[in-house]
């Protein structure tokens, strides 16, 4: 079913769009404002709810709380009843200095995690009792209508009952640097893992391109956003190495100290006469005196001192520490597991490879002029990002493609060849066309994934002029296709025609008048193939000396990824975290191990996708 929008065709609706309303609760027209009130009341306010702040005196009592330093408040109170008011203030100096640096790099750290609550959408396009409304999106509830548009954060979780060329960025969840193309047709399995998931949007991902609109079918903490946020509330905080053993000694000392003076006060008061109140206070004023010097107070000053520098130290570096003993943990590091998606690569698209003309390239190698400025024109103007001015607005991949034109020609050169028409990219063609008023007249320009677009295809551009598209050299081009794949590239074609071979048409004989196919037909067919251009999001240039010192301080990397296997495997043989594909693993395939098959393959896997 197509339906027109302005001049957007919409292609794609879920064929059981009744069901899926039912199954939430929704209807066509929308819910009344009594009926979300309602369910709101149900199901709470489209939130992320924070972690439980804790009063300022358990902060406090968490910092204090150590063997070590609650022997040294003890100490520091015996001192003061034995009059040694210098000894009692040094003690108590130290404590209240650890305590202080404690709570002040908490706050920082709690400030960081609270920027989740950032990615939920302020407002909401629903439909509500038959007509479009902006709300809060906190006011969002399960049944809901919700209307996306490029540039929109989504609001909840939704299941897609409409989707035009939609694609939106997953990264936030799935680690993958190329939006996700959307289908609100598409039949996916209920366990499907969260990538698969195409015919659903999720909340705190970003529209990047078309449009479409979804039920919601999950809000606040049942959003998948919202189970990131509650594992982070319910994490479990471990001691680190440099406390077990600061509680060790703390231990040690204590019971060392007690028993030693216990012996001593014993001792005194047997070899002077018995337990006389003079002899008694004497011999309790020994041991506790002893107490005291026994305690190396020293020690929890050096040790927050030498914490407090290292914390100073990364900070600079832009590393924010949330507890003090973490910095000694970094020292007894064995494993780092690192993400791949703005970790490790740069998380934008970059050309890597082109073909054209014939010959396969590195995108270094591409020299503007001859027949590389049609293939410049194609990638620049088929192509609705805006780059300029340092910014970049619009789909990763096309922001690449204009990123990767600029650096050889000025933007002037497209200045005057103004877009007449455009049919955007859709998932069920996979094409994108666009017609364009050339210096040599009206041009067609079509870009897309290099199987389909070779199908509109019949002829080829070459270094001698234009050919037929003949068995051959469609299988050239394949294999082209396929050495860039191999490399876990995302591939696209470009094509073209002179705007007089899209007038004759190729229109079907049963079309009629106002279908849209007539114009797809007229315009995606008889194209002539220019080229290829292969691209991946890169790794991030100091990432390579990371990855070395890593390995020369005997620290493993893994990267655990949201991305597929082939992509992650290419991006860690390229730093150097692995050598062999072997060294990789599905997710999916580590689920179907049991406990003792995980034991034995574990240090085999340096890569999980």
Not at 345 to 358: A, L
Not at 376 to 391: E, F, K, Q, R
Not at 409 to 431: I, N, Q
């Amino acid at each position: 079913m197509y339906i027109w929008k302005g001049n957007i065709l919409m292609s794609n609706r879920n064929p059981d769009e009744s069901g899926v309303l039912l199954r939430f609760g929704g209807r066509p027209e929308g819910l009344t404002g009594d009926e979300a009130r309602e369910k709101i009341d149900v199901y709470g306010r489209n939130v992320l709810q924070e972690k439980k702040k804790k009063p300022p005196l358990l902060l406090v009592w968490e910092q204090v709380r150590d063997p070590m330093v609650l022997v040294l408040m003890a100490a520091a109170i015996i001192s003061g009843i034995l009059g040694e008011l210098p000894d009692m203030i040094i003690i108590l100096i130290v404590v209240v200095a650890n305590t202080v640096i404690g709570l002040v790099q908490e706050s920082k750290a709690e400030k960081a995690i609270t920027a989740l609550r950032k990615l939920s959408a302020q407002q909401a396009r629903v439909m509500r009792e038959g007509s479009m409304a902006v709300i809060p999106a906190e006011e969002l509830v399960p049944g809901d209508i919700v209307m996306l548009e490029a540039g929109d954060l989504v609001p909840a979780d939704l299941f897609l009952i409409e989707s035009s060329a939609l694609k939106i960025g997953e990264a936030s969840l799935t680690g993958e640097s190329v939006p996700a193309e959307k289908d609100a047709s598409a039949q996916v399995a209920e366990d499907c893992a969260l990538g698969d998931r195409v015919n659903m949007a999720f909340c705190g991902t970003g529209v990047t391109y078309g449009h479409g609109g979804g039920v919601v079918s999950a809000t606040g903490m049942n959003t998948e956003m919202g189970h990131i946020a509650g594992m982070l509330n319910t994490a479990e905080e471990g001691g680190t190495p440099l406390q077990k053993k600061l509680a060790e000694i703390g231990k040690f000392i204590t019971v060392a100290v007690v028993g030693i003076c216990a012996v001593i006060f014993v001792t005194y008061v047997l070899k002077n006469g018995g337990f006389t109140l003079g002899n008694t206070l004497n011999a309790f004023m020994i041991a506790v005196s002893l107490a005291v010097a026994a305690i190396p107070e020293g020690l929890p000053a050096v040790v927050t001192i030498v914490m407090a520098v290292g914390v100073t130290r990364m900070a600079r570096r832009r590393a924010i520490i949330k507890k003090l003993p973490a910095v000694e943990t970094l020292g007894c590091a064995e494993i780092i597991c690192t993400d791949k998606t703005g970790t490790l690569t740069q998380n934008k698209m970059d050309v890597r490879e082109v073909y054209v003309s014939g010959h396969l390239l590195p995108g270094a190698e591409f020299l503007s002029g001859g027949q590389g400025e049609l293939f410049a024109d194609i990638l620049y103007l088929c192509n609705d990002s805006t780059v300029g001015g340092g910014s970049e607005i619009g789909d990763p991949t096309e922001t690449a493609l204009k990123r990767f034109v600029l650096q050889r020609y000025d933007a002037a050169r497209f200045a005057a060849m103004r877009r007449m028409r455009d049919l955007p990219f859709d998932s069920e063609r996979k094409m994108m066309t666009t017609v364009n008023e050339t210096p040599d007249g009206l041009r067609v320009f079509t870009k897309g994934a290099p199987d389909e677009l070779l199908k509109s295809c019949t002829h080829i551009l070459l270094e001698d002029g234009v050919a037929a598209l003949t068995d051959d050299r469609r299988r050239i081009v394949l294999s082209a296709n396929r050495v860039m794949a191999e490399k876990a590239l995302r591939v696209l074609g470009a094509a073209y025609k002179p705007w007089a071979e899209a007038q004759k048409g190729g229109i079907p004989e049963d079309a009629a008048p106002d279908d849209p196919q007539r114009e797809i037909h007229a315009l995606e067919s008889g194209l002539v193939f220019v080229g290829l251009v292969g691209m991946i999001d890169p790794p991030r240039p100091e990432v390579y000396e990371a990855i070395e010192k890593c390995r020369h301080a005997g620290i493993t990397p893994i990267m655990i990824t949201g991305d597929h296997k082939d992509t992650a495997v290419a991006i860690a043989r390229e730093v150097g975290i692995i050598n062999d594909p072997a060294q990789a693993v599905f997710g999916s395939e580590l689920d179907a191990l049991n406990d003792d098959e995980l034991d034995t393959r574990l240090t085999r896997y340096h890569v999980y996708a």
